[in-house]
């Protein structure tokens, strides 16, 4: 065959996000802005993970509102529905029937060291659920059933990411190739964003210290006054600098901004004092999120154009998650119907 007529696969990408509370910076530089630059290389799909949301208490009334904004987000910050089928967790039966059978091939020792569920179960003690706990089955059910072969996420994921490519090659070893082997996508920049508040743990939408986070929704006003309040250090220098976890989340924000290195950054602000280097990161953030917020607005009242759209994702995912569903059921030996 000629070689102009022998046409590479485009490779498969899915990834999702918990409308656990409105997407913040750290979702928007670590993750969203990576999807939509993916879309064009590849066959991306992706979620409104709201099955994995509830693994902590959510408010029905204020959940339901985030699951919409949620998906009125992702649209508004540029992933095309028509190019990348966008769907919502629950709509489609495949993911939990999946991740109970993964369930059954994931050990209680490897579940028990990923971190986020030792923090999460720090932070919500009072409900450390078998959820919590299995989470990462049911994030590995979301990945394996599209055969994704990479999965864009922050840096904070690659643990889950580690255990969905074990239980994958566990159960092949067992059954023989039914699943792909998943890779992580982690961006070099803005892959951990961290706390305006205490800059040595990530930026959280869950975080009750609402100063902690920016949130793509946030009045101009709101994010201003977010970044002034920002916790740094006493050395009054914008420099990268070890014990300046503050300083260096800024330049870190503000580079992946502008695109701006580091070095240019310091550059820029030397000789100046913290309250403009403050000024101006949060000057840059205003107006990344102005059009971002634009479209969620005109979104968000066009309740019919987005039901069109989850539905038509969840019509699509349903498709292609079956077979994939169907495939390892029969190699377990089910009865299928
Ligand atoms: P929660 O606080 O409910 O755990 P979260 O804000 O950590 O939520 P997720 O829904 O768990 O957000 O993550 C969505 C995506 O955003 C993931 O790909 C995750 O890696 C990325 N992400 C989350 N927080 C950050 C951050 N601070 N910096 C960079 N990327 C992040
Ligand atoms: N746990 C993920 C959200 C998520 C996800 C996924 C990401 C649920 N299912 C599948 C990638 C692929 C998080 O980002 N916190």
Redesign the pocket.
């Given at each position: 065959m000629p070689e102009t007529e022998i046409k590479e696969k485009k490779k498969i990408i899915?990834?999702?996000?918990?409308p656990s509370g409105t997407f913040t910076l750290g979702n928007y530089l670590g993750?969203l802005r990576n999807w939509v630059r993916l879309q064009d290389d590849y066959n991306c799909i992706f979620?409104v993970?709201d099955l994995?949301a509830i693994t902590v208490r959510q408010d029905p009334k204020v959940f339901k509102k985030n699951i919409l904004d949620a998906y009125a987000l992702l649209l508004a910050c540029g992933i095309d529905p028509e190019k990348s089928p966008t769907f919502i967790?629950s709509h489609v039966p495949t993911h939990a029937q999946l991740a109970w059978v993964l369930n059954c091939y994931t050990q209680f020792g490897e579940l028990s060291r990923m971190t986020?569920f030792k923090d999460k179960s720090q932070k919500h003690a009072d409900n450390v659920n078998a959820g919590l706990f299995t989470?990462p089955s049911?994030?590995a059910a979301?990945?394996l059933l599209y055969k994704?072969d990479m999965?864009p996420?922050?840096a904070?994921?690659k643990q889950?990411?580690e255990i969905a490519r074990n239980i994958a090659e566990r159960f092949n070893g067992i059954y023989g190739n039914t699943f792909t082997l998943p890779e992580p996508y982690i961006a070099s920049t803005g892959a951990r964003v961290m706390s305006l508040q205490d800059p040595t743990r990530k930026m959280s939408k869950s975080d009750e210290n609402t100063n902690a986070w920016v949130a793509l929704l946030d009045k101009p006003e709101t994010i201003m006054k977010k970044f002034r309040r920002a916790v740094t250090d006493s050395e009054a220098v914008v420099r990268v600098g070890e014990g300046k976890d503050g300083i260096n989340n800024l330049i870190g924000i503000m580079s992946v901004i502008t695109g701006k290195t580091s070095e240019e950054i310091e550059k820029d602000f030397e000789g100046k004092g913290y309250g403009d280097f403050k000024t101006a990161v949060g000057e840059a953030v205003v107006e990344e999120l102005r059009p971002i917020q634009q479209r969620f607005d005109e979104l968000i009242k066009n309740k019919d154009y987005l039901e069109e759209q989850y539905k038509k994702g969840a019509e699509f995912a349903l498709r292609i998650s079956q077979r994939t569903l169907d495939k390892a059921m029969k190699k377990i030996g089910f009865v299928l119907r």
């Open positions: 899915l990834s999702a996000i918990q993750a979620a993970a994995h967790q986020q989470y049911l994030m979301d990945i994704a999965v996420v922050g904070d994921q889950h990411l």
